[in-house]
């Protein structure tokens, strides 16, 4: 009975001393280091993005993170979209640019090599998963520019983010129209566009957690 009682105090010991992952979601995009908020962010995640995932048929998720327990940022995005089931209808269709901001000992974040990345997926009759992947990363790239993300400066960094996703929203629209017959919306969701859109939330739990 001992014994029970001190691997029962041990694990309540280790829950208690473990910190709780700190996250701050502004609609579909989810900021673990919670310091890259603006109110242009905060549109793009609960007003824009959700407003063109309707239009286009397509989940368009950010996400953030300061901890990954996959090997690289491909394999935690990929993780990430099936295991918080991310996707649009049956065929999950959908885009997630992934951000992982390492912390640094001085309390700052910083994005290393590779720490990045755009993950698509597409029903077979939506086209080509990759192409569409390649489109959105090669429109967003000059934003993921390293001596924004170096951890120098958060501010810049919080300025590409929204760049960034000014960028995903403009690639993926024209991307689509050029990948599936029928989407003829390019040009029409630029993000000034949106700024006066309803709001759209979509809370979620840890991605970590």
């Known amino acids: 009975m001992k014994k029970t009682c001190s691997v029962f105090a041990l694990i309540l010991l280790l829950v208690l001393c473990t910190p709780a992952l700190a996250a701050t979601e502004y609609g579909v995009i989810y900021d673990e280091t919670e310091e890259l908020s603006s109110e242009t962010l905060v549109i793009q995640g609960e007003q824009t ?3 063109l995932s309707e239009k286009l048929g397509l989940d368009l998720r950010v996400d953030v993170l300061t901890q990954i327990s996959y090997d ?3 394999e935690t ?3 990430i979209y099936a295991r918080y089931n991310y996707g649009y209808g049956e065929e999950k269709d959908g885009v997630s640019l992934t951000i992982f ?7 700052t974040y910083a994005m290393p090599a590779d720490g990045w990345c755009v993950y698509a997926h597409l029903g077979e009759n939506r086209g080509d998963s990759q192409e569409l992947a390649n489109a959105i990363r090669n429109a967003v790239e ?3 520019a390293e001596r924004a993300w170096n951890g120098e400066d958060i501010t810049m960094s919080a300025v ?5 996703v000014d960028q995903k929203i403009v690639a993926v629209t024209s991307a689509v129209s050029e990948l599936v017959h029928g ?3 390019a040009g029409q969701f630029h993000p000034r566009n949106f700024r006066n859109a309803r709001n759209v939330r979509d809370t979620r739990s840890a991605r970590n957690g």
Request: net charge negative.
């Open 183 to 185: 989407f003829e919306f």
């Open 160 to 164: 590409a983010l929204t760049q960034a």
């Open 72 to 74: 690289n940022i491909t």
């Open 49 to 51: 993005l959700p407003q």
């Open 101 to 107: 901001m390492e912390p640094q000992d001085d309390g």
């Open 77 to 79: 995005a990929a993780g």
């Open 142 to 144: 000059p934003a993921m």
